[in-house]
Each structure stands twice: as structure tokens, then as C-alpha cells.
């Protein structure tokens, strides 16, 4: 099993940045893809972006698109989500989640609030 833990959340205003870090434990060497998920309060939780083991390969929600960066270090321990120029529309709670040989994973979120 993998336990993922977020941290990087905060208030910040439009057009600020955040860097959001998901730090893995477990059994690391099974995760297939390392995904970010938001859930913005009333509304459903949507897929951000995510990044494949081994390939690299990324996919992002279009609307931050040019805007958020995601990525893993080179021990595959901990994820990132560099968001800048970030838009009041992007305040959510922020959720990583590995897929993985046995399963999925996720963490328990983190805020992520933009307004002036």
C-alpha cells in the first residue's frame, strides 16, 4: 500500500503561486501514475493533472494549462504541483492520489484559497 501526505496549501492572491508537495511512503516502486485532483466547495471533485511512472508523460484540465507544472523527483518520494498566475476559480481542495499495482491511494487534501 502507498499513504500519500500534501502539504503546500495557502492563501495566496490572484495571479501569486503555490507550490503543492505529495510526499509517498510505502510501497513507493508500484505507482503507476501520480495524479492531482481539486474539489472546489458545492462542486464535484475534477482531475488536474498527472504524471506516468517510467515514461514521464503528463496530462492537464485545460484551463491550467501553461499555468501548473507537475512533476517527481528522482526517488519517486515526493510529487509537486507548481501553480502560478493562479485565479480565484482555482480555489479548492487539492488531492493527490497514486495509482497503483494494488489499487489507488489518496491524501487527506490540502486548501488552496486565491483572493485579494
Known amino acids: 500500500q502507498v499513504q500519500l501526505v500534501e502539504s503546500g496549501g495557502g492563501l495566496v492572491q490572484p495571479g501569486g503561486s503555490l507550490r503543492l508537495s505529495c510526499r509517498a511512503s510505502?510501497?513507493?516502486?508500484?505507482?503507476?501514475?501520480l495524479a492531482w485532483h481539486r474539489q472546489a466547495p458545492g462542486k464535484q471533485r475534477e482531475f488536474v493533472a498527472d504524471?506516468?511512472?517510467?515514461?514521464?508523460?503528463?496530462n492537464y484540465l485545460e484551463s491550467v494549462k501553461g499555468r501548473f507544472t507537475i512533476s517527481r523527483d528522482g526517488a519517486g518520494n515526493t510529487g509537486y504541483l507548481q501553480m502560478d498566475n493562479l485565479k480565484p476559480e482555482d480555489t479548492a481542495v487539492y488531492y493527490c492520489?497514486?495509482?497503483?499495482?494494488?489499487?489507488?491511494?489518496w491524501g487527506q487534501g490540502t486548501q488552496v484559497t486565491v483572493s485579494s
Open positions: 492520489a497514486a495509482n497503483t499495482l494494488f489499487g489507488d491511494s
Open positions: 504524471i506516468k511512472s517510467g515514461s514521464g508523460k503528463v
Open positions: 510505502g510501497k513507493i516502486y508500484t505507482i503507476t501514475t
